[in-house]
């Protein structure tokens, strides 16, 4: 029986499961491994307070690490209580971000002062989730940064790509290192300074001399590098100080290298972030680490506040992947010890996410740790931390035990030719999970093959139909295996991505889940080259639209030559610069080469939010999506695979879903692990603190950056950990129902060499596959969802079924042409209308005699009966008097049909403006650009939009 099966089924509990389904006073800490049924144990425990105790859904937060795992936890713990899905539709089981953001927009509007900010957080606030968007934004600030601040110009010079301190801040932000404005909050600055103990400790493992003392430490061997493509200042001691002479490198080098005078890099990092800070809250957003800082800042400050928020029973799923700060929340939303954390430290995988393993494998140590420093100058913390009980849950629902005693092994692998590894401590952690399948016909197997996509092509089509490869069917019978019950998981996204390509040559059905590298599209690259043809007719946006067009690289080096470009391409990029608008630049790219489907709809959604949230000009736009494209920046991918469809995904898109047949591939030196290891300018690391990494100095007359010989050398004491790593194995392992198949190509990796499978040599005979048209799937890329109140534009609430009778027109086109005439006339640039509609909209605007403003955001947030939703759109012309605002908006239409649905529209603009203006008088009206028209409307009532959102919902 799989793990999806007996939630869907609703069986009895097992024995442990009980135990913690019943167990409802006191701590707990729940060690759930993969496939145990955490999810049905969870709701059931939920219902059972519901049903045993005095609370209510209100005294109950339930905290899950996704909004569709909270949504999932709904419906399965409405089947257990008596409770009805609308009474739960406000409980608050949600993510910790949706728990911060609630909690500012209740009550955090002056939390920002709290840490010295002059300024708030509105209800309007955007949550920044796209991190390209963020990027932008961060760059915009960074400039503005360093010109403001002339005495960091050598700590600044060093830095070559600014978003990685927009890294710094997010982890520094994770760990509850927040800074104020004369200072850091709380104890923050004891972080950076670093722990010598914690480092000693370190160094002192990695100087012990190994082989019983006769062979030197693997520090001293490391040191051997010592310098080796470096360039150091003239201080730095030489390679013979720091190894010593005997086994080991001499003990005093720990603090040397420890020591280092950082008191002008902990004041740039101090006022870079809390700038940002300021910046963000200017600009109207915060990202995700900055809502959980300033709920953490509220809750640790406002008593009052926080003893009335408190919850009687928390809950965290994944806890596993908290991070430390997500830890204290949870203890600050605690009103007594009944708090439940369930995970599994063996699936902690999410460290580039801040996650902390530390938080489950030291829950007690840490539980008391932070509830003492939480409570160090107020009692924050009203309950007993001393005593936490521990449930494991030990029956698997998903794998045979052949899988599951296998999967052991890959926790105690070595990643590399140098790691080592605690066996005896790690196998003492580990809780091993008893399988309940029925069947054990378990095959588990490893190929390599120096074409590594075709083997694996080959081995799919051995193994679809196959009776030895044999997977449990729903009735619980066995039977041969279909496409769909296989899923290839890789640990390096690009590797997918070929696998993919390969696939579609041959035919074979297969949808690439996990992530698509945005800016290496062809819609990306050919945006890119059109930009830079119009920002400086360069050679560099010429070359490529020459290639995509079909010339060869001949024909391309002489017409560069020449300058002798197609007449039809002259004439394309003429028409690009009369669409001064950016927006409609991408618009005419992507419709001139036929790009419409969903990577140019999420491409052009990421500029135009880019371009919307920011004041980047066209030339940093291009030298932002040149960075996307050479750093391989992301958006997730989803499909709509086939019924019958191989799926391939990342090992961490996979986690919590289950496959009978798991092939794991790239099993490859330098792949899993990968080889390259962090390179950030500025980095922090617990033990150790702030350092940097490059130093500019003008120690020989001359100015240069050197390396930083003390970072250096700290770095090669810090041994880099490979435990998620192996987790990450783990997981891949665990995700196999059945059977099991690694592959790898000429170079395999340590891991497939010291688990216990014998690697045979693979064969390439791929066979044409014969699919039906419906086995195949296209990428659908989507926007990322929002955090936080539902967002809606005005056109949501249209019905636009009324166009239908709407037979004359001159198309989207052309309203997209008039609306940029518009724009361009009102900002005063000398332009001359092509039509009568833009010569109407010409006099129009001359006849205005007042303030005007063109493309305003608004944004006018409501509390429906789902929760607090926001409409927001973009005014087309503003029109402000001494005691009037008027509202314009542009219609290209031939008739007045649509005119009820228009009035929608402009009442969302109207609520807004006459909030902002309330000592004014408020219009709109709808300027029919064709008839020389301007029509007023009389707005809806806010109640007449809260009743159609309320059927918009429903």
């Not at 019943?22 to 707990?28: A, I, M, R």
């Not at 619980?476 to 590797?495: E, M, N, Q």
Request: with cysteine; charged share 30%; aromatic share 8%.
């Amino acid at each position: 029986m799989s793990e999806a099966t007996q939630q869907q089924a609703g069986p009895s509990p097992n024995k442990k499961q009980r135990e913690l389904i019943n167990n409802l006073d006191g701590t707990y800490l729940v060690d759930a491994g993969a496939g145990t049924g955490k999810t049905f144990a969870i709701t059931r425990r939920y219902a059972n307070i519901l049903d045993s105790t005095d609370a209510t859904p209100e005294d109950i937060l339930l905290i899950t690490f996704t909004r569709n795992a909270a949504t999932e936890m709904k419906d399965r713990i409405v089947r257990h209580c008596d409770y009805s899905a609308s009474e739960l539709s406000d409980a608050p089981i949600q993510t910790f971000h949706s728990v911060c953001h609630d909690i500012l927009q209740e009550h955090g509007f002056d939390a920002p002062t709290r840490l010295g900010i002059d300024d708030h957080i509105p209800s309007t606030v955007r949550i920044i989730e796209d991190d390209i968007v963020e990027e932008a934004l961060f760059t915009e600030f960074f400039e503005q940064f360093t010109d403001e601040h002339p005495e960091y110009e050598d700590t600044l010079r060093p830095i070559t790509d600014p978003t990685e301190l927009l890294g710094l801040i997010g982890q520094l932000a994770s760990k509850g290192v927040f800074p104020t404005n004369n200072g850091w909050y709380r104890n923050g600055e004891d972080h950076l300074t670093g722990d010598f103990t914690a480092f000693k400790q370190q160094f002192d493992e990695l100087n012990e001399p190994r082989n019983g003392g006769s062979k030197q430490s693997r520090l001293r061997s490391k040191l051997g590098r010592y310098g080796r493509d470096k360039c150091y200042r003239p201080d730095a001691p030489t390679k013979s100080e720091l190894r010593g002479d005997g086994k080991q490198v001499p003990e005093e080098v720990a603090s040397r290298i420890f020591e280092e005078e950082r008191n002008e890099l902990r004041d740039f990092v101090h006022d870079l972030y809390f700038e940002y800070l300021e910046f963000a809250l200017a600009r109207n957003y915060l990202n995700f680490g900055f809502l959980q800082l300033f709920a953490f800042v509220l809750l640790c400050e406002d008593h009052a506040l926080r003893e009335k928020i408190g919850f009687e029973y928390l809950m965290v799923d994944e806890f596993q992947d908290s991070s430390e700060i997500q830890f204290k929340l949870a203890l600050l939303l605690s009103d007594t010890d009944n708090i439940c954390v369930v995970g599994d430290w063996k699936q902690s995988i999410y460290s580039f996410q801040y996650a902390a393993v530390e938080n489950i494998l030291e829950f007690e140590d840490r539980l008391a740790e932070f509830a003492a420093d939480l409570n160090t100058d107020y009692p924050r913390i009203p309950f007993d931390t001393s005593e936490a009980h521990t449930i494991e849950l030990e029956e698997n629902y998903r794998s045979t035990q052949t899988i599951l005693d296998f999967s052991e092994e890959s926790l105690v692998a070595s990643a590399t030719q140098y790691d080592s590894v605690d066996e005896s401590a790690v196998r003492d952690r580990i809780v091993s999970l008893q399988s309940t399948a029925d069947y054990d016909n378990t095959r588990i197997e490893a190929l390599q093959h120096e074409n590594e996509h075709e083997a694996i092509l080959t081995a799919v089509g051995d193994i679809v139909g196959n009776d030895e490869y044999e997977v449990e069917d729903e009735d619980g019978s066995l039977r041969p295996p279909r496409y769909g019950d296989i899923a290839v998981l890789t640990r390096t996204r690009d590797f997918g991505r070929e696998l993919q390509e390969a696939a579609d040559e041959h035919g074979l059905p297969m949808s690439y889940e996990g992530g698509i590298e945005l800016f290496r599209t062809d819609q990306a690259k050919l945006l890119l080259a059109w930009l830079r043809i119009l920002e400086s007719n360069a050679d560099r946006g010429w070359a490529p639209v020459l290639e995509y067009a079909g010339y060869s690289l001949d024909e391309v080096e002489q017409i560069l030559e020449t300058r002798s470009f197609p007449e039809k391409m002259l004439e394309f990029r003429e028409s690009l610069s009369s669409a001064e608008s950016l927006g409609g630049v991408i618009r005419r790219v992507f419709n001139h080469y036929g790009f419409n489907g969903s990577r140019a709809d999420m491409l052009l959604h990421t500029v135009e939010s880019i371009r919307d949230t920011t004041a980047l000009t066209r030339g940093d736009l291009i030298r932002f999506i040149a960075q996307g494209i050479e750093e391989g920046s992301t958006h997730e991918v989803n499909t709509s695979a086939g019924e019958n469809s191989v799926t391939v995904q990342t090992i961490h898109a996979t986690k919590g879903l289950e496959h009978p047949i798991v092939i794991m591939v790239n099993m490859n030196s330098g792949r899993f692990p990968p080889s390259s290891g962090g390179n950030s300018t500025v980095m922090y690391d617990e033990s150790v603190g702030l350092r940097q990494r490059k130093v500019y100095a003008e120690d020989h007359g001359s100015p240069y950056i050197y390396d930083n010989w003390q970072t250096d050398t700290l770095k090669k004491c810090l041994a880099r950990n490979h435990d998620e790593e192996r987790r990450l194995l783990y997981v891949a392992i665990t995700r196999a129902e059945n059977h099991l198949l690694f592959t790898t190509g000429e170079d395999p990796n340590e891991f497939i060499q010291e688990l216990s499978v014998e690697v045979e040599a693979g064969e390439v005979d791929v066979p044409q596959f014969k699919t039906n048209a419906e086995e195949r799937s296209e990428l659908e890329v989507t926007a990322p969802s929002r955090e936080g109140p539902v967002g809606y534009s005005p056109h949501s609430l249209m019905d636009e079924t009324v166009y239908e009778d709407i037979e004359e027109g001159e198309g989207k086109e052309f309203g997209n042409q008039v609306h940029d005439f518009a724009e361009r006339y009102a900002l005063g640039e000398k332009i001359e209308p092509r039509n009568e509609d833009e010569q109407h909209v010409r006099s129009l605007i001359d006849s205005l005699s007042g303030e005007i403003h063109v493309e305003e955001n608004a944004y006018l947030p409501l509390k429906t009966a789902i929760g607090r939703v926001t409409l927001s759109g973009v005014i087309d012309l503003l029109h402000i008097t001494s005691n009037r605002v008027e509202i314009i908006d542009y219609k290209t239409d031939r008739s007045r049909l649509a005119e009820s649905e228009y009035r929608k529209q402009l009442s969302v603009y109207y609520h807004v403006l006459a909030n902002l203006y309330p000592d004014k008088t408020v219009e709109s009206a709808i300027f029919y650009t064709e008839s020389d028209t301007l029509v007023s409307v009389d707005p809806l009532s806010i109640e007449d939009l809260h009743r159609l959102l309320n059927q918009l919902e429903l």
